[in-house]
């Protein structure tokens, strides 16, 4: 995010001290808790159908690699399931991380403002909305799907609970706004 700041038009830290300070503890915060219970919380739902894994895994592999892949696999998910805690417990532990998370950034949205550090779009912006991403999978996201129709019902719930809220219309409203489809159907980023 510093490279990118340093060749972008315009800047995505502030300049002033105290707000980049803001910057730089509010991006820990969403590294560390946020992104981490994201993706245990989609790895919980993604382990029930394992082969699904193994089918995203291999693209764009040999199918020598794809041999060896599906060889590994079941010793592989067990590995994910103990690293990353894919027990029910581990799951709500996560979504309970989330939405700890979605109510500090509401707190910063409460005052009015349109961004979480000072009066635009910043790298704080950049960093929530893509790690809220897999947890609400707004349009304009080059990999996941808007459209909740394949997903358990449960997790389909929480998608429209967080999107309900002033944090998770923040990240709908930045990819609507800086992620929009190109003619070319690609999702450049916009400054």
Known sequence: ????????????????????????????????????????????????????????????????????????????????????????????????????????????LNSGQQYLVGDCFSSTDITFAALASLVLRPEHHPFYDSRLAKLPAEMVALVEELRATPAGELVMRMYREHRPVGANGRSPLQY
């Open 1 to 108: 995010m510093h490279y990118l700041d340093t060749i972008v038009p315009n800047q995505l830290y502030a300049q002033d001290p105290e707000l980049r300070q803001q910057a730089e503890t509010l991006e820990a915060l969403f590294d560390d808790k946020l992104g981490v219970a994201t993706r245990n919380w989609a790895y919980y739902y993604a382990i029930q159908q394992p082969w699904s894994i193994l089918a995203a895994w291999s693209k764009g592999i040999s199918w020598m690699e794809k041999v060896k892949s599906a060889i590994a696999f079941p010793v592989s998910t067990k590995i994910i399931k103990q690293k990353y805690n894919l027990t029910l417990e581990g799951k709500e532990a996560a979504v309970q991380d989330i939405r700890e998370v979605f109510t500090i950034v509401e707190q910063k």
